[in-house]
Every structure is written in C-alpha cells, then in structure tokens.
C-alpha cells in the first residue's frame, strides 16, 4: 500500500478512535444520565464527576488519555515501518484529539479534550505530557477550577515543547492543540471572570 494511503488510513482510524465518547460509556455502563444532560453538558470527566459517581469519572478520565495515548504510540512505533515520518505522528495526533472534540458518533459534538490532549503528549514525549499534567494538577489542586487549569496547561504546552525541542514541526502541532483547547474553554473564561464557574466536584444541577 502505498505511504500516503497508509498515511490518511492512519488518520481516519486515529479520528473514529478519538470520537468513542468514554463518557457516556462510562455513564450507560454505571446506569448514570446522559452527562449532556446536567452541569456543563460537557461529556468529559470533569462533568460526569458531577454526577457523584467517582467510579464514572475515573472511567471517563482513562479511556479519554488512553485513546489519545494509543494513537500517537501506535503512530510513533509503526509508522516507520511503512515509511512514516514524524509529520504522520503530528496529524494522526491532531487527528485523535479533534476526532474528540468533533466525535461523528455524537453529531460533532464533543468534549473539550483536555484528558486526550493529555494522552497526546505523554505518548509525544513522556516529559511533555508529565510537565503539561503537573502544571494542570497544580492549578487544579490549588483553585479548585479543572477549566482554569486546562488554560494555564494548554498555554503552557507548546512553551515546554519548544524548550525541549526548540524549533520543531512537533511543536506547531502541540500549538494547535494548546489553541483548540483554549478556544473550547472560551465560555468557561467569560464564567471564570463573572464568578459563576463551577469547581471541581460540584454537584450537578
């Protein structure tokens, strides 16, 4: 088969992977509501934890990093065996995290990414993701706000790839991640502002 359709083979799959909506999975599977349906209607881990079912949450949490992990790992490892370079890696990464944001299984209408995101960069590169998920933590942990968090990380993201790589084509990937993470987390900066943002763990209404 020739690299360029190995190439767009390995983009597809990695989008249908990112569109597998592990919230509502994980929502069905405990006998949980639609997470669409309550707090910020998002169908990511912050929102199904609303629901007070950690067990969901966590669930959610790690079929959302893994499906962007898997990509980037399965890319990064076979892909030179069919000729792939690293530009395959940065699109089947791109690919796997707007197959999130975007899902055709939920009419295009995803999370915000940022567990995906997650699982991007740590299969990227192990420091990049630990540096990105740390400053997360921290944030997070310290405001109590997982969007507040998810904007200092992804603004901090592409800042730690270029120090570890310096001008790369890997960083303008991480780049546009870092922007459609910020662009996702618009509406909650505008609550953030007026004070009427949720904290993590808030019950759902």
Known sequence: MPPLLITLA?????????????????????????PRSYG??????TNVLRSGHKGAAIFTLVGDVAKGWLAVFLASRYGPEYGLGSATVGLVALAVFFGHL???????KGGKGVATAAGVLLA???????ATLATWLFIALVLRYSSLAALVAATAAPVYAFMLWGNNGMV??????????????????????AGSEPKIGSRKG
């Open 40 to 45: 910020s209607k998002n169908p990511g881990a």
């Open 172 to 193: 303008v990937a991480v780049g546009i991640i870092a922007m459609a993470l910020i662009g996702k987390h618009w509406p909650n900066l505008q609550r953030l502002m």
């Open 102 to 108: 975007y899902p055709v299984f939920l009419a295009f």
């Open 10 to 34: 390995a983009i597809l799959a990695a989008y249908l992977l990112g569109s597998i909506p592990f919230a509502l999975v994980a929502s069905r599977a405990f006998g949980l509501a639609d």
């Open 124 to 130: 990227i590169d192990p420091w990049l993701g630990l």
